[in-house]
């Protein structure tokens, strides 16, 4: 039986970035009051997303930087967390020079060579303090996330193959006009691993009680991992594919609400 629902905020919950679909806010609060647990599971830091936590009254733990960060909001609990080492990212820019840029982020700061208007699009700049220059000087913090641009290809390649090969992480290049950008991320963390993290909090079982709703890539491992995934009307192609269900509505119309109300028959 169902009794606890993964969301995440960008593309499903959100009608925007800074706002939740009303009729979508008051059916989660709603479920919430009747016993189900509800989790946000963002790719967002925290101050990104506590807002809406706030506002779901939520009194579960969050999972934040796609699996990276799991914390109880408004809670003394201890939260559990994953970050690229700092002396694994200052290795790698001395051994590529040929890196444009690299930007890491913490909870509070931005690091980065040169600001990047294409690349902030991405992240979250409010209430985060930003520092300038090489890693080896500024970076004094072990960071949740690094990007990397490359433009050339093979020079991508021999990134690629040095870090799946030499270390304890991957790097995934984004597709389409952006694919200068490679997200550099530990082995084994995804948003599933946040999932699994909440749920042994929790004391369920994802494989047969849980439920997971989101449009991107970064989905995919929830969603396959929960008993029911849930893919929305407006995913991206590699998501549809492996979920079990997709939404009739678009975030912007209220499909998360519209297929749990269906389903759940709440």
């Known amino acids: ?39 946000i599971a963002t790719g967002r830091p925290l101050r990104a997303s506590k807002k809406f936590y706030d506002e779901l009254n939520l009194n579960t733990p969050i999972i934040n930087y796609n699996g990276a960060s799991v914390s109880w909001p408004n809670s003394q609990k201890e939260g559990f967390y994953t970050f690229v080492k700092k002396d694994f990212i200052i290795d790698l820019e001395k051994r590529f020079p040929l890196i444009l840029n690299i930007l890491c982020e913490s909870e509070e700061k931005l690091y980065e060579y040169f600001e990047d208007d294409l690349l902030r699009k991405f992240y979250w700049q409010d209430n985060c303090d930003t520092r300038l220059g090489k890693m080896e000087k500024i970076l ?28 304890d992480y991957f790097i995934r290049f984004w597709e389409g006009e952006h ?16 999932v699994k993290v909440v749920s042994k909090l929790l004391g369920i079982n994802p494989s047969e009680q849980a439920l997971a709703i989101g449009d991107a890539g970064n989905d995919i491992s929830m969603i396959k991992g929960c008993k029911i995934g849930v893919a929305m009307k407006n995913s991206e192609i590699e998501l549809l594919k492996v979920a079990k269900y997709v939404t009739k509505e678009t975030n912007i119309n209220g499909g998360v609400k519209e297929f749990l109300n269906q389903f759940l028959k709440v």
């Open 179 to 194: 694919n200068d950008y490679g997200e550099i991320f530990p082995k084994n963390i995804d948003k599933f691993y946040g």
């Open 140 to 167: 004094d913090t072990n960071p949740y996330i690094c990007i990397v641009q490359v433009k050339d290809v093979k020079y991508k390649s021999l990134i690629k193959d040095y870090i799946i090969n030499n270390s």
């Open 1 to 39: 039986m169902i009794n606890t629902v993964f969301v995440d905020l960008d593309g499903t919950i959100l009608i925007d970035s800074k706002t939740l679909h009303p009729e979508t806010k008051e059916y989660l609060i709603e479920l919430k009051d009747k016993g189900y647990n509800v989790v």
